[in-house]
């Protein structure tokens, strides 16, 4: 009898075990992540999400903007499980914060100066760039256009895609401030240069479409702002897509980003929103 109930107990113990580790295995695509900060990898966070929780409909993943800066922060802080950027943490953290969060580089995204339709300049110089910015150049005429006042709209100091087009594209050259305005979503700056003439602004690829008639991307000392070019290193103005976590990535924020690395992921939904996985680089920064 004492054998009869070892033998069913052995059977019940590895039952249990069993399921378990099933249970373990599925909860890591269960339940609710939250992820914010950079607007240049919303398209991508979010469509993905969506994806996602098409394929695993007990997960909930809620993303949103507010810049690279406050996703860092907010993910350090606990507030979310997932912090996007297009910079590295060491640019907007303390070094001790920095290092207490886990990098995970999901594709790199180009950045464009773009300009509304109106303006009659298809290429600048990187100089005549940095002269708009940094408000020495204030009329279209100067650099080729017709005469028409120059409106710059910029990005707030939190922002990663505003760090990597100082940082690339007006090689660090501090921009003039009063002279600009400022706006805080991706969406929102490119509606406002659609909306406004004689503006520039800048804006990651992701929010670039073949309507010229509504913006228009800018040549960079005549290097047009393409995939293609990033890829093979002529166009400089790129940046790495981040998605930090608190520690190393576990439960569903570890399998969210594990999907975004997926072949799945990486070569239809990367290259379809304009951004570019890190595979096909061939330059760095």
């Given amino acids: 009898m004492k054998k009869v109930l070892s033998i069913k107990s052995l059977a019940l113990t590895a039952v249990l075990a069993l399921s378990l580790s099933f249970s373990a295995c599925s909860s890591t695509n269960n339940g609710a992540i939250s992820l914010s900060g950079s607007s240049a990898l919303l398209p991508l966070a979010d469509n993905a999400a969506k994806d996602y929780m098409g394929k695993n409909t007990d997960s909930k993943i ?59 300049v298809d290429t600048l110089t990187s100089q005549q760039l940095i002269d708009i910015f940094t408000g020495k150049i204030t009329n279209w005429k100067d650099v080729g256009g017709d005469d028409m006042k120059i409106v710059i709209i910029n990005r707030p100091s939190n922002s990663g895609t505003r760090a990597t087009f100082k ?24 509606q406002t240069v659609t909306q406004t003439e004689g503006s520039i602004a800048y804006l990651a690829f992701s929010y670039l479409d073949d309507n010229s008639d509504k913006i228009k991307p800018l040549a960079l000392d005549g290097v047009k702002p393409t995939v293609e070019n990033v890829e093979n290193g002529t166009y400089l103005v790129w940046a790495y897509e981040h998605m930090y976590t608190k520690g190393e990535a576990t439960g569903l924020s570890k399998a969210f980003i594990d999907y975004i690395l997926s072949d799945d992921v990486q070569k239809n939904l990367v290259p379809k929103l304009k951004f570019i996985p890190i595979s096909d680089m061939k330059a760095k920064h």
């Fill in 62 to 120: 809620s993303v949103q903007a507010g810049g690279s800066g406050q996703g860092l922060t907010q993910v350090y802080q606990g507030a979310v499980n997932i912090g996007n950027s297009d910079v590295y943490a060491e640019e907007k953290l303390k070094p001790e914060e920095a290092k207490e969060l886990t990098d995970h580089i999901v594709c790199v995204v180009g950045i464009a100066a773009v300009v509304n339709p109106k303006v009659k």
């Fill in 167 to 190: 940082k690339y594209a007006l090689k660090g050259a501090d921009e003039a401030e009063g002279l600009a305005l400022k706006e805080d979503q991706s969406g929102t700056v490119k």
